[in-house]
């Protein structure tokens, strides 16, 4: 296990803006008031100013059709991204030998409140991530795509219409905080230096049974995937038991046809192998725009000459 130096700053991390949506806001500073996870439930956008501004997701074109008919979406826990390094407190274990009284090695996990997410993106278009999560296999002749189930469609929609969409999450009962913030790219160690920041400064590692802490921790991603501009869509458990395992995803519901600005398929693809998806999609329910992606579109330019020129 990488260690951490001692605390370089006695502030608990991150200092941040935060904007405030819904019922609360997310402090920064040593003296900020933790909100518990076990508080009433509240919604929360971190380093988001503009609520307008378009945000994108690649999702499986299968599971969007799903979410589309079921009226519902997944947002999925920690332990199942990609990343092995996504959720860095809990990998963390707390050493208080040599330093504290009785305190040996305690798993920094202990204090994380069970959280979901589903990722979205700032970036207006890459073929970087196109090619990560939509994948195009063209057949030589009739230039289709010969892997069709592993398809990718681009969905849009913005801050605003996800909370939105948070508010129907928050009805009497409702058991989570949702937070929408822009992930903060850090070389490792500095992630590191912030969760030891953290479990040095005033509240100890009890700053991570806040809905600040865990939601912060969250957001605290590898600048090896700056490229992504990741906006993350998180729900933090507020019924939290430790003694049950939680759920590895956490169905939401939504109205895809109020949440979803508009939706475009892969740009690899042909005109009629998009017209067949569209009404694959309208047959499901879904009644908004249907974008055409023209990335991979050939253009032909016209050049005025303002001289003469050889012939060839």
């Not at 009433?40 to 100013?49: G, K, L, N, Q, S």
């Amino acid at each position: 296990m990488e260690q951490a130096d001692a605390p370089n700053d006695p502030a608990v991390m991150p200092q941040s803006e935060s904007t405030l949506a819904g019922r609360g806001s997310i402090a920064s500073g040593n003296d900020m008031e933790l909100i518990q996870v076990s508080a009433d439930p509240r919604c929360f956008v971190v380093r988001i100013a503009d609520l307008d501004q378009p945000v994108r997701r690649i999702f499986p074109m299968s599971r969007l059709i799903e979410a589309i008919g079921s009226k519902e979406m997944g947002l999925v826990a920690p332990q199942l991204w990609e990343d092995p390094r996504e959720d860095q407190p809990a990998l963390c274990m707390l050493d208080g030998r040599g330093h504290v009284e009785g305190k040996g090695q305690r798993p920094l996990s202990a204090y994380l409140a069970p959280a979901w997410a589903q990722c979205w993106s700032l970036n207006p278009g890459s073929d970087t991530l196109l090619r990560a999560y939509s994948q195009v296999r063209l057949d030589e002749k009739s230039r289709c795509n010969m892997v069709p189930e592993h398809e990718g469609v681009t969905v849009t929609t913005t801050v605003r219409h996800l909370l939105a969409a948070a508010s129907a999450w928050h009805a009497d009962g409702a058991d989570g905080h949702v937070v929408i913030g822009r992930v903060e790219y850090l070389p490792d160690k500095d992630i590191g230096q912030r969760i030891v920041n953290a479990c040095n400064g005033k509240h100890g590692p009890g700053f991570f049974c806040s809905v600040q802490g865990r939601a912060d921790s969250l957001m605290w991603k590898r600048d090896f995937f700056e490229h992504e501009r990741e906006v993350r869509l998180l729900l933090i458990d507020r019924s939290w038991k430790r003694d049950n395992p939680a759920p590895k995803v956490r169905p939401v519901r939504i109205d895809p046809n109020a949440l979803f600005t508009s939706i475009s398929f892969d740009p690899r693809l042909q005109d009629g192998e998009a017209n067949d998806r569209a009404a694959v999609f309208r047959d499901a329910g879904y009644t908004g725009d249907i974008v055409r992606d023209h990335s991979y579109q050939k253009q032909l330019y016209l050049l005025a000459m303002m001289r003469d020129w050889p012939d060839p």
